[in-house]
Structures are given as structure tokens and as C-alpha cells.
């Protein structure tokens, strides 16, 4: 009698520690379902304004909820209620997409075209299961300077995804150094849509896989690897002849990417977050979960995160004051109209940054279905 008591108290003991989690974790779902329905009423106000950054990071969060309404795991009335939440939230995300995709189209039409896939959810693979970071993997040291130009990493990712082509116009600089495509015909230099797709070339090769460099090099390049495998291109590292790369695979370039962006972001946690350091943590936990590394969805980092965010905008990153700098620049663009903004320094009217927003809503996307996941592993899709 004893001992069956015993075991009665351990059950129940047991199930009051599974309602428990189950609740906590429904708590946190909530608490991220209200955080992107801020961040989707932020993208509805600001559409006409959002840059190509804050558009792919919207798409993948579109991927993310996509998924996330399709698995929505079968379990009680408050998990129910939450997928309709969700279903309600990504209706009005696809509409606002739709809406900020023809703005950004009339806005910056040669951009658009070049990154245009990037801009359909179905290009991106949200991962089903989930990988560690290896410690072992991190640099003994790192450079001090970033080793990428934001102008190389477009053209290696437009290479990738077959929009490299300069319309109306014969190859020049780098598109010139292309191995067997010179001398191409001048038609064919003009389908711009007619590109051929996961072109590697020797300067991209060469920056997108050296080891030791730091902070946003770090995630281009694991970014760099993540477009060529969702775009279909089956081996990026063919044109690599380095005796002492011989056995390291894309997979293993992205364990080593993502072990060094751990390392990054526990430092970051551990001297304090600032205004400087916010956007590559941020980043970093998007990047990495979409390659499928689900430690970096830590619920304090989440916390970080939803702090981040101004509730009167639903923005993350906004920052009061440079609104008077804003006007200065807005003034800049209309003496100069040609002069294109760097897409990671864009600000919004508001004060806000695209960028932030972008990478911060696309990681919370990853938190939500990395939390459902925990919720139910047997996730069954819905009918």
C-alpha cells in the first residue's frame, strides 16, 4: 500500500510538472504571437517605406507562420485558440507583404528584380528538427576587421540565384571575371531573367569560406551557404581545390559558422547587451536557427529579444534621437535621388530601423516553432 502511494504521489507530482511546462510554454507563445501581430500592425503602417532587408525578413517570418498553422499541434482548446491567433495574424502579414513588395518594386526596381526570389516564402525551408553548436569549432582567434563588402556578398548571392545579369548593358568588373561565359552575346546579356543560377566563383569561394572572420561576415557567410542549398544549387564547394579544405563539406562549414556565432552571442550576453551589439545577437539567432541550430532559441535570449521592441510602434531597434537626422538625410535623397542607402542603414520615418525589425521578427518566427515543436514532437499536419 505503501509504495502504491508512492507511486500515486510521483504521478501526480509528475503531471503537475507537465501542466506546469505546458502552461509556461503556452504563456511564451503568447507573449511571441503578441509581439509579431505589433510587428505586423508596424509593417502594415510603414509599407511604402520598408527596404529589402525588412522584406526578407517579413517573408521569412511569412515561411515561419506558414509552417507553423500547418503543424500546429493537436492538444487542447488554448493551443487551438493560439493557431487561430496565428492564422489571423499571417492573413494580415501576406496582405501587408503584398502591398510593401509593389512599393519596394517601384522603389528600387534593378534591386528588387536582382533579390526577387528571396521575396516568396516558398524559398525558404523551414528546418524540422533541430541541431547543437560545437564548442570545439570556435577560432582560437578572430580578425578585428569585418572581411566581406556588403557590394561582393550581393554579387555572390545574385550569382547564386541566377539575377546577376546587368540588363540592357555588356558585362562589367566583377561579372566580367565570370569563368565560361565570355564572350556571351549581347542578347543574352539582356535577359536579365534568364540568368544562369549557382554560379560560384573563385572571389566568392575564397571570401565565403574563410575561416577566422567576425560578427556580420560571419552571418553572410553562413547565410551565403543557406541560399545556394535552398536555391537548389547541389555543391557549392566544387570550384574549392585546396588540398586542406579537401574534407569539409557545406554542412560542416555551417557547424563552424554557427559554433563561432554562439561564441558571439554568449560574449555579447555577457558584457552586456548595447545599441551596438543588439542587431548581430539578434541576427545571429535568426540566421543560425533557420540553418537549423535550435540552441540558439534560449528563453533568455528570447526575453532579450521582446525587450528590444518599442510597444507604442511595434518596431525593435527604434532610437528617438535621431529623428532630427533623419529629415537631414530625406533632404540628402531628394538633392541626390540616385543615391541609394545601404540596406542594413535604413531608418525609418519613426525612428525606426529596418534592419532590427527585419531580423527580429524572423527570429521570434523561429522561437514560435521551435516552442511548438517542444510542445508536441509528434507534430501532425492539419488537413
Not at 509528475?14 to 503568447?30: G, K, N, T, Y
Not at 528600387?108 to 533541430?130: H, N, R, V
Not at 537631414?328 to 520615418?349: A, F, N, S, T
Amino acid at each position: 500500500m505503501k509504495m502504491r502511494a508512492a507511486r500515486m504521489r510521483l504521478a501526480a507530482a509528475l503531471a503537475l510538472f507537465v501542466a506546469s511546462a505546458c502552461s509556461s510554454r503556452a504563456e511564451v507563445i503568447d507573449d511571441v504571437l503578441s509581439s509579431l501581430s505589433l510587428g505586423v500592425s508596424f509593417l502594415e503602417r510603414q509599407h511604402e517605406h520598408i527596404n529589402l532587408d525588412g522584406g526578407v525578413g517579413f517573408v521569412l517570418l511569412q515561411a515561419e507562420l506558414k509552417e507553423a498553422v500547418g503543424t500546429w499541434p493537436h492538444t487542447d482548446p488554448v493551443s487551438w485558440a493560439q493557431r487561430t491567433s496565428a492564422v489571423a495574424l499571417l492573413r494580415r502579414l501576406d496582405q501587408a507583404l503584398d502591398k510593401a513588395f509593389i512599393a519596394l518594386k517601384r522603389n528600387d526596381p534593378k534591386y528588387y528584380k536582382e533579390f526577387e526570389p528571396l521575396l516568396s516564402w516558398t524559398f525558404w525551408k523551414i528546418p524540422l528538427e533541430g541541431d547543437s553548436t560545437d564548442p570545439s569549432l570556435v577560432y582560437p582567434s578572430t580578425i578585428s576587421a569585418e572581411c566581406y563588402d556588403e557590394q561582393l556578398s550581393d554579387k555572390c548571392l545574385t550569382l547564386l540565384l541566377g539575377t546577376w545579369y546587368e540588363s540592357g548593358a555588356e558585362p562589367s568588373g566583377f561579372a566580367a571575371l565570370l569563368p565560361a561565359l565570355t564572350p556571351p552575346s549581347p542578347s543574352r546579356w539582356n535577359r536579365k531573367e534568364n540568368g544562369t543560377p549557382c554560379i560560384v566563383t573563385k572571389p566568392c569561394l575564397d571570401t565565403m569560406t574563410r575561416f577566422g572572420c567576425p560578427h556580420y561576415s560571419l552571418s553572410h557567410q553562413l547565410l551565403y551557404f543557406l541560399v545556394g542549398r535552398m536555391g537548389g544549387c547541389s555543391n557549392l564547394l566544387k570550384g574549392d581545390t585546396r588540398a586542406s579544405r579537401a574534407n569539409v563539406t557545406e554542412q560542416q562549414y555551417q557547424n563552424i559558422f554557427c559554433s563561432n556565432m554562439m561564441k558571439t552571442n554568449q560574449d555579447v550576453v555577457a558584457a552586456g547587451l548595447t545599441e551596438q551589439t543588439v542587431d548581430i545577437f539578434t541576427e545571429n539567432i535568426l540566421i543560425c536557427g533557420l540553418a537549423g541550430f535550435s540552441d540558439f532559441f534560449k528563453a533568455d535570449w528570447l526575453q532579450h529579444i521582446l525587450g528590444l521592441q518599442d510597444k507604442e510602434v511595434g518596431c525593435f531597434g527604434r532610437d528617438h534621437s535621431i529623428l532630427s537626422q533623419i529629415i537631414g538625410d530625406e533632404l540628402l535623397e531628394q538633392l541626390q535621388p540616385h543615391r541609394r542607402v545601404k540596406r542594413r542603414e535604413k531608418i525609418l520615418p519613426d525612428g525606426c530601423s529596418s534592419h532590427m525589425t527585419a531580423v527580429a521578427v524572423g527570429a521570434l518566427g523561429g522561437y514560435l516553432n521551435f516552442y511548438l515543436t517542444e510542445q508536441d514532437i509528434t507534430k501532425r499536419p492539419l488537413s
